[in-house]
């Protein structure tokens, strides 16, 4: 079946470090793929996307790439701040009928000031 | 626009009990899916709707169910509470197939 493996933590790092959390796939077909952030208190919400291989999704600074190659949709951050420090979900979705999402275990990261 | 609301957002529930959750979609969104997030299990899928039909369905047993009216408003329900539901509870709706998810604040079930 499909399923989602990332890099354990907790990933500590200090503010303007660089940031690379690992993310492999497997699936059958063509899935998207996604990263999604949870902060403190917060609810689950969209970080970046990417729909297609080589499709780069990019948002607040957070890059990944739709490798299909590799199987890998890796989560990088040139400079991370304290207020980064969340727990993030790599996690794909495909069209079997309907969709159905599978998320990674998360990954919580703390950035020190 | 509104996002998506979940109630009751916090219940507190004994074994052998069963349990209604509901869910809002953002208005427009006729794809509502429901999750399970554990410290232990983390995020698991539990069924998806579109247009008041289950088109998929986790691996989890039958006490779970729900369903979807019209107006893409979704109930989950959960008979025979064990101490292992004890759990958050999230909604997420979307427009259609992979198209982006957006996510409820979740309803935390405690189960005694």
């Known amino acids: 079946g499909n399923s989602v493996t990332q890099m354990e933590g907790p990933v500590t790092l200090s503010e303007e470090a660089f940031l690379t959390i690992n993310c492999t796939y497997t699936?059958?077909?063509?899935?998207?793929l996604f990263w999604y952030v949870q902060y403190p208190g917060e609810g689950l919400q969209l970080l970046l996307k990417?729909?297609?291989?080589?499709d780069k999704g990019s948002n607040k600074g957070f890059e990944a790439t739709y490798r299909k190659e590799t199987t890998s949709f890796h989560l990088e951050k040139g400079s991370v701040q304290v207020s980064d420090s969340a727990v993030y979900f790599c996690?794909?979705?495909?069209?079997?009928?309907?969709?159905?999402?599978?998320f990674g275990a998360g990954t919580r990261l703390f950035v020190k000031a | 626009k509104a996002g998506v609301t979940q109630t009751p957002r916090y219940l507190i529930k004994t074994r052998g009990q069963q349990v209604t959750l509901s869910c809002s979609p953002i208005?427009?969104?006729?794809?509502v899916s429901w999750y399970q997030q554990t410290p232990g299990q983390g995020l698991q899928f539990l069924f998806e709707?579109?247009?008041?039909?289950?088109?998929n369905k986790g691996n989890f047993p039958g006490r779970f169910s729900g369903r979807q009216f019209s107006n893409s408003r979704s109930e989950m329900n959960v008979s025979t509470l064990e101490l292992g539901d004890s759990a958050l509870y999230l909604c997420?709706?979307?427009?259609?197939?992979?198209?982006?998810?957006?996510f409820g604040p979740g309803t935390r079930l405690l189960v005694l």
């Open positions: 208005s427009g969104h006729r794809s």
């Open positions: 699936a059958t077909g063509y899935p998207s």
């Open positions: 709707y579109f247009s008041e039909t289950q088109r």
């Open positions: 990417a729909t297609k291989a080589d």
């Open positions: 997420a709706s979307s427009r259609g197939q992979q198209e982006t998810q957006y």
């Open positions: 996690a794909l979705t495909q069209n079997t009928g309907g969709f159905k999402t599978i």
